[in-house]
């Protein structure tokens, strides 16, 4: 259980308030905030008051969105994820979940140079606040407007090709990449290059209705997460096991009895 | 306009004699088959319809979903292609389409696995009978239930582990494989062996509501079909290019029209 980490968006309805009362006593260990949770609020005073009720602060949901149709829209890119760099340093989180981004009106190969020319204006800031960066390969269903960088490969090769710098990895999520065929070693990969920052855990539904969310919960789906947890574990991994689900279904239920779900599948898919 | 084939699919609402009649009167060229036309029907006297009504008669959609969690499943839908085989065959077609298969309840690698028995098992009597077999890479999003095989790279190696035999290629579909960043290279090498039998087109929506049937028009979309079609072209691909849409909201409409854009919208890609 000192590995289960839960994302504040997979309890949307809850306050942060209500997500610091309810998941220490549910058993959770650690918090993934979403930025959402931080508007009109102090990162720093945050950031108290989640350790104070006994969680982790694991890392900050999300930056990125660097491909933009000019000069202007890339730097407000630039500029938000500094913001969320220094907010991430305020709160003591470890890292920046970076979904990259991509524009439906440009071709993928400009996207992947707006993304890495966007983490390498941000990485500096990143590496003097002490705040890591992860990019998350995203599911290829997501290519059109979320990321152009779809899987582990392609994550791998842009850390190289940004000279595998101090402070930058990848988030591997396992609804993204599951049906990836060469997973395990992009995996071993990440990992001996010192860049596996985090594993997120849910499963894939079918039939999955919605492409945003209708993300099911360990054990609904056909994501064989035990055995991908495995590799993970067995490249060296020991981070934080986050639940991030998003599912309108989940969202309209009763947010106590989901997070009661969530610990005992949890529970059953890491028994000891 | 000598390159445009269009699914019966597209046209969902019409029965055979409508798209024999409306095909060739908007400058369809040839007709690629789904097997819901041909229930109840002779399929050599189908055949001869399609070629009358002035259409070549491209393939058939579709044989595949072999993988099934026992020998009986499995040998059902061996069956089932050993029919969908000789449909193909009495229709005149070049070619049946395989939608591989992939199974919830067990591992890609298992349900990869039992793909290539299924085609091994049912590829003999394609040879015997002069029809191809094309495996068509599915999108990512279909691997829990649809098929197993989701890359060029993957259909690619799937014919290298059958021997590459005679007989056997791969419909490439721009909506399935639109994202890879490797697509040009495994276009090259599909080609160079002798193998890419079919090219589909169709468009990205962005937002997609549906996983199945919200497919856009050419140029609705943010797949950059042109530019495939130049590297499927350059590689030597001289056959047809396949409209295949589904879409609700065309289905929806009046058949008549959507098939007026189809054809507006290939004369725009396609000017020459």
Not at 78 to 89: K, T
Not at 208 to 226: F, H, S, V, Y
Request: glycine residues 8%.
């Amino acid at each position: 259980m000192n590995r289960l980490c839960v994302h504040s968006i997979t309890t949307k309805p809850w306050s942060l308030e209500e997500c610091l009362r309810h998941y220490p006593a549910a058993g959770v260990s650690a918090l993934t905030l979403w930025r959402n949770h931080l508007v009109g609020r102090d990162a720093t005073e945050v950031g108290r008051q989640v350790r104070e009720a006994g969680l982790e602060l694991t890392s900050l949901c999300r930056g990125g969105f660097f491909p933009a149709a000019d000069q202007a829209g890339r730097q407000a890119a630039i500029d938000d994820n500094l913001r969320c760099i220094e907010e991430a340093a305020a709160l003591g989180a470890g890292w920046v979940v970076l979904v990259c981004g991509a524009l439906p009106g440009q071709s993928l190969d400009q996207s992947r140079a707006q993304i890495a020319e966007g983490i390498a204006a941000v990485l500096p800031a990143a590496q003097a606040a002490g705040v890591a960066l992860a990019i998350e390969p995203l599911h290829p269903m997501y290519a059109d407007d979320r990321s152009a960088i779809n899987t582990m490969a392609q994550a791998n090769a842009l850390c190289d090709e940004l000279g595998s710098p101090r402070g930058l990895g990848i988030a591997l999520d396992v609804y993204h990449v599951w049906w990836d065929p060469d997973l395990r070693r992009q995996i071993q990969i990440s990992a001996q290059a010192g860049r596996l920052l985090a594993f997120h855990i849910c499963d894939w539904l079918t039939p999955t209705t919605d492409l945003l969310n209708d993300r099911g919960l360990m054990g609904e789906g056909c994501i064989p997460i035990a055995e991908i947890s495995r590799w993970v574990d067995e490249a060296g991994f020991a981070g934080m096991r986050e639940v991030e689900i998003f599912s309108n279904r989940r969202w309209a239920g009763d947010q106590q009895a989901w997070l009661g779900q969530i610990v005992d599948a949890y529970r059953c898919l890491y028994p000891r």
